[in-house]
């Protein structure tokens, strides 16, 4: 059996191979997959008090034919406005923002500086209330 650090490099190539991670991809972000898919996989959202805050969705505008959230989603919604349930923990509305790329590449270039630009709108439009 190999070490964890040659099981991980081997995460790490089969991932970049399947496309969920682009290539020459550190072995960090496969460990970071890895945390979250572990985090995921292991718990359940319940609050137990929302705040009066606002709260900003942001999601993939494009499928992945692993990651579906279709459940998720608000019936009889349009995916541009679906807050995937948010909708139940807010007092007030789910500003929802559509991202190019799926529920990976959103966060990869060339779609990553798009997202940092929505977040970074909001975070003004927050500061400015």
């Not at 020459?24 to 359940?44: E, P, Q, W, Y």
Request: proline residues 8%; hydrophobic residues 40%.
């Amino acid at each position: 059996m190999r070490d964890s650090a040659a099981r991980l490099q081997l995460l790490n190539e089969r991932l970049q191979s399947a496309g969920f991670l682009p290539p020459h991809a550190d072995v960090a972000k496969a460990r970071g997959l890895l945390r979250v898919f572990v985090a995921n996989s292991t718990i359940r959202y319940a609050p137990i008090d929302t705040q009066p805050v606002p709260i900003v969705l942001f999601r993939a505008a494009e499928a992945h034919p692993d990651y579906d959230f279709s459940s998720a989603d608000d019936a009889g919604v349009p995916i541009a406005q679906s807050t995937m349930g948010w909708r139940k923990y807010a007092r007030g509305p789910v500003e929802v923002h559509l991202v190019p790329g799926n529920h990976i590449s959103m966060m990869s270039q060339p779609h990553v500086g798009l997202l940092a630009d929505k977040i970074n709108t909001c975070l003004q439009k927050g500061t400015q209330q």
